[in-house]
């Protein structure tokens, strides 16, 4: 089983700048893309950013593109999302989750960590 516990939310004004941290522990995989997901108070689940095991495969959509930049330590099993500009439009509680190779889907979610971000 693979445990992901995220860290670094809170509480910032419109313009501020967060830095999330998600560990991964428990079983290994040969590598394994890592993906940050979002989900505001009735708003469906949103994906916000996505990488691959080099690291050198990112992905945004546009909503946090330019803002939001995703980034990885393998040999630590760490995975960070650094979000700047921050609107109030990005509250919402955000999810790690990991995509082991070889699966189509991301099997292993975190508990989440709570944004909230003041006008």
């Known amino acids: 089983q693979v445990q992901l516990v995220e860290s670094g939310g809170g509480l910032v004004q419109a313009g501020g700048s967060l830095r999330l941290s998600c560990a991964a522990s428990g079983r290994t995989f040969s590598s394994y893309a890592m993906g940050w997901f979002r989900q505001a108070p009735g708003k469906e689940r949103e994906y916000v950013a996505r990488?691959?095991?080099?690291?050198?495969?990112?992905y945004y959509p546009d909503s946090v593109k330019g803002r939001f930049t995703i980034s990885r330590d393998n040999a630590k099993k760490m995975v960070y999302l650094q979000m700047n500009n921050l609107k109030p439009e990005d509250t919402a509680v955000y999810y790690c989750?990991?995509?082991?190779?070889?699966?189509?889907?991301?099997?292993?979610w975190g508990q989440g960590t709570q944004v909230t971000v003041s006008a």
């Open positions: 990488i691959g095991w080099s690291g050198t495969s990112t």
């Open positions: 989750a990991l995509n082991p190779a070889g699966y189509s889907d991301y099997r292993y």
